[in-house]
């Protein structure tokens, strides 16, 4: 067996009154890479900062190479050779490829103060060799895709062995949640590779991308590391018993199940809707109580209808009709005031506000149902708040903790709470409802979409996997281009995958 | 005072029950940050007292509070602004431009001059706000531009100050003082402490939170961002109509740059009451805090004999001292 680059002892953090993690010890040997798994909220994303050296531990060591990591600092972390690749890129979008994977320490590329810009860019081909990755380092980064930033994140974390001359220990906080297929095949091969270079540990709610990539995986719970396996021989099931814990949660409904009877009072129609050149010619009917999924692929304009809906944004032709009376907004405040509801992709910015207490996120939307005559009523409001943390069993310190400091999964019955807390809509509109989320909140999130629809909601549905999108929607519509390709009623096992996927490229 | 209406984080992680039993490093930070406002203030007043004991009576707070009234006019909306995450560099024109008005006003109409040019006021303070909604110009811009264009229009209205006699009697009262403060100054305080009230209680106070700190999704959330906005600049235009009046019951006169120079102290005080220029984070009563110690530091330079010619560097280091103790960095990831 290779030396151990780097071991956790004993590691335990509480914020507040929520301890996140409990006596962790893991330890990463040279040139292995580790799967870290477990569902939104189990402590792998703190585990990870500590590793960085972003938060300092309560209580235990981080020991790399036989040494005490005596200060939690990135600085000092870095020193020790660890990386990491944050979810939400740390890069800056003005400067050039170059630029970004030196930035704070250009080393020779500087000499009193002025770049020598051909040296830096020698230097950065260098590092994009690393990787075999022919982007050029003169590239502005903002013009880059996400994938192709992710690369370079990795370039840069990659710096460290030269820096330091030790082999690096490179942190991956879930690389490939916002990428598409392809772009995540790039990205796992990437982390093959590095593999000849580097110890790493990655963080992913994918259980097949864990499974391909790592060598052995570390499964944690509630703040604990509930389990060890190795990569090679761990059977999926395992792994998910693990990570569920003790509450199995109720799997997804699979699409073969029946499909469901859907009542004919037609809730929401389309009709030859067009917004420049993002979408054209959109018709179509959905019903009370239907789930409608849209499927297709970035640009295909499916975000942009349910925008639209919204009153986000303004169509250019055509006209929308909610039971039977065409609507005719000014924003989104005319939606919400009709009754429409819409769960945006971008959870911290569109969602809710992070520096604002989860009572008043829940209630942000619809702060009637807090007031009594002209004030707000801060008992009635604290009561109503109490009883959706209980309903969507929110984890949460208090009502008065600020939303961000929340996991994903709970930030985001946060926002599902902030339009079921007033009458319940008449439209949902749900952007990537499930992104980020584990498999627990996953479930659950999925279950009391459902739930929303047996009610008579009808809800417009983007998500993230055509798994997803067949576990839930009642019928299917396929974009491509900005048109509707095809329209496809889920049920018995129908359609495939493949009969979506046909429609969509 | 300093813990209250339009703050978040006073109410921190652990709800208020818990922070009082255990005090993490933290929450004590946060209770020093809310604090921290008023030591200043009184540890300034102690320093200029200690230089000048006569400037520990009665009497010389009556004048200090009678001093700070038209700063306050000016920090209570610029607060208001500053928390949505603009600002408003026009206010101080507006008011001067108002004074004008008045002072030609009150001998021709007498009382109702007061509601005239309160309503022109708040309908340039609509206008500025419309612009900026509309037009999505940055409201540093329109109420820069403002604050050439009100001023121009002042000066061209009036080329120097105009004396009140006639009429005078319909703002004099304010003047009128009790226990040695102003009527001006309690004015101030009550219509501070009714925005306090509605800020906290009611629902614009939490929309203006919202859009503070994060305006797209208090956007999606269905708040109507804009037209709050407009509402708060047509408040910012109606106080600094507010401050003209004040103005015109102090000095016996109209002048056409006679707030001018009150506009970086009004911003000032709501920085060093703790208010966070980049929106989000503050409070109206911490503003008052502020006002008080921008007033204390503009009186007590005078009081303790620096040199004249030292004045605005003893001003601007103060400044910058209070501001840095005073400020809140806790929530604030990035300082600009």
């Given at each position: 067996m290779s030396e151990i680059a780097v071991s956790l002892e004993s590691i335990g953090k509480r914020f507040g009154s929520v301890q996140a993690l409990r006596d962790v010890s893991l330890m990463i040997r040279s040139r292995e890479v580790i799967g870290l798994m477990g569902e939104n909220g189990s402590g792998k994303s703190t585990l990870l900062k500590i590793l960085a050296g972003l938060i300092r531990p309560d209580e235990g060591n981080v020991v790399v190479r036989g040494r005490p990591l005596t200060k939690a600092s990135f600085s000092a972390a870095a020193k020790a050779g660890i990386g990491m690749v944050f979810q939400e890129q740390s890069l800056l979008l003005n400067l050039t490829v170059a630029e970004n994977i030196f930035l704070g320490c250009e080393g020779e590329a500087v000499r009193f103060?002025?770049?020598?810009?051909?040296?830096?860019?020698?230097?950065?081909?260098?590092?994009?060799?690393?990787?075999?990755?022919?982007?050029?380092?003169?590239?502005?980064?903002?013009?880059?895709?996400?994938?192709?930033?992710?690369?370079?994140?990795?370039?840069?974390?990659?710096?460290?062995?030269?820096?330091?001359?030790?082999?690096?220990?490179?942190?991956?906080?879930?690389?490939?949640?916002?990428?598409?297929?392809?772009?995540?095949?790039?990205?796992?091969?990437?982390?093959?590779?590095?593999?000849?270079?580097?110890?790493?540990?990655?963080?992913?709610?994918?259980?097949?991308?864990?499974?391909?990539?790592?060598?052995?995986?570390?499964?944690?719970?509630?703040?604990?590391?509930?389990?060890?396996?190795?990569?090679?021989?761990?059977?999926?099931?395992?792994?998910?018993?693990?990570?569920?814990?003790?509450?199995?949660?109720?799997?997804?409904?699979?699409?073969?199940?029946?499909?469901?009877?859907?009542?004919?009072?037609?809730?929401?129609?389309?009709?030859?809707?067009?917004h420049r050149s993002d979408y054209r010619d959109i018709s179509f009917d959905l019903h009370a109580g239907e789930i409608l999924g849209f499927a297709g692929v970035e640009g295909s304009g499916r975000e942009c209808v349910c925008r639209t809906v919204y009153g986000a944004e303004a169509p250019s032709a055509g006209e929308v009709l909610l039971d039977g009376s065409v609507i005719k907004f000014d924003g989104p405040a005319d939606a919400v005031k009709m009754g429409i509801a819409y769960v945006p992709s971008e959870r911290r910015i569109e969602g809710l506000v992070p520096n604002m207490s989860v009572r008043e996120n829940m209630t942000l939307a619809h702060l009637k149902v807090a007031r009594r005559g002209w004030f707000l009523d801060s008992q009635r409001e604290q009561k109503l708040v109490s009883q959706w943390v209980e309903r969507l069993r929110i984890k949460t310190p208090s009502n008065h903790a600020l939303a961000g400091q929340l996991s994903g999964g709970n930030q985001q019955k946060v926002v599902l709470a902030k339009w079921l807390i007033a009458e319940h809509p008449r439209l949902l509109i749900l952007d990537h409802p499930l992104r980020g989320l584990d498999i627990g909140a996953k479930a659950e999130i999925f279950a009391r979409v459902r739930e929303l629809a047996q009610n008579g909601i009808s809800i417009l549905l983007i998500a993230d996997t055509l798994e997803e999108l067949l576990a839930l929607s009642d019928t299917i519509l396929v974009m491509r281009d900005g048109a509707i390709t095809a329209r496809l009623p889920v049920g018995d096992g129908k359609p495939t995958q493949m009969e979506i996927l046909e429609n969509m490229i | 005072m300093a813990k209250g209406e339009l703050e978040v984080g006073g109410e921190g992680v652990e709800g208020p029950a818990t922070a009082a039993l255990s005090l993490s490093p933290a929450s004590l930070r946060a209770i020093l940050s809310g604090v921290m406002p008023a030591v200043v203030l009184v540890a300034l007043i102690l320093v200029v007292g200690f230089f000048a004991p006569s400037f520990l009576s009665l009497y010389s707070f009556g004048v200090l509070l009678g001093e700070s009234t038209i700063i306050l006019l000016l920090a209570i909306p610029q607060t208001m602004v500053i928390m949505i995450g603009g600002i408003d560099l026009s206010i101080a024109s507006i008011a001067s431009l108002a004074s004008i008005l008045l002072a030609l006003l009150l001998p021709e109409i007498g009382f109702w001059a007061i509601p005239a040019v309160l309503v022109a006021c708040m309908a340039i303070g609509a206008t500025q706000g419309y612009i900026h909604v509309v037009a999505q110009v940055p409201s540093f811009v329109v109420t820069l531009a403002g604050l050439g264009l009100w001023s121009g229009i002042a000066l061209a209205i009036a080329h120097t100050t105009i004396s009140v006699d006639e009429g005078y009697d319909a703002v004099g009262w304010l003047q009128a003082t009790v226990l040695g403060i102003p009527i001006a100054f309690f004015g101030g305080l009550a219509l501070l402490l009714a925005l306090v009230l509605v800020f906290r209680r009611m629902s614009i106070g939490r929309y203006v939170l919202a859009i503070g700190l994060g305006e797209t999704a208090a956007l999606l959330s269905g708040i109507r961002v804009g037209r709050v906005k407009i509402l708060i600049f047509t408040l910012s235009g109606l106080f600094a109509g507010i401050a003209g009046v004040a103005m015109v019951a102090r000095s016996y006169a109209g002048n056409p740059s006679g707030a001018d120079k009150l506009l970086l102290p009004s911003i000032a005080a709501v920085v060093i009451g703790g208010t966070a220029i980049t929106g989000g984070f503050g409070g109206l009563g911490r503003t008052l805090i502020g006002v008080l110690t921008v007033t204390v530091l503009r009186v007590g330079i005078a009081i303790v004999g620096i040199d004249p010619g030292y004045e605005p560097l003893a001003y601007g280091l103060v400044i910058i001292g209070a501001v840095a103790l005073t400020m809140d960095r806790a929530r604030i990831s990035v300082v600009k």
């Open positions: 103060g002025l770049y020598n810009w051909r040296k830096l860019k020698e230097m950065a081909r260098r590092q994009l060799d690393k990787l075999g990755c022919d982007i050029s380092p003169d590239t502005i980064t903002g013009s880059l895709s996400f994938a192709q930033r992710q690369m370079v994140e990795l370039a840069k974390v990659l710096t460290i062995e030269d820096r330091i001359g030790v082999e690096p220990i490179i942190l991956l906080d879930e690389p490939t949640s916002v990428l598409d297929a392809e772009e995540i095949d790039t990205v796992l091969h990437q982390i093959e590779r590095l593999r000849s270079r580097a110890s790493v540990v990655i963080v992913s709610h994918r259980l097949d991308e864990v499974l391909r990539v790592a060598d052995r995986i570390y499964v944690m719970t509630n703040g604990q590391c509930v389990g060890e396996r190795d990569a090679r021989s761990v059977d999926a099931e395992d792994l998910k018993r693990l990570m569920l814990g003790k509450h199995l949660s109720e799997q997804y409904r699979r699409h073969d199940r029946p499909a469901r009877p859907i009542e004919n009072e037609v809730r929401l129609s389309l009709r030859n809707l067009a | -």
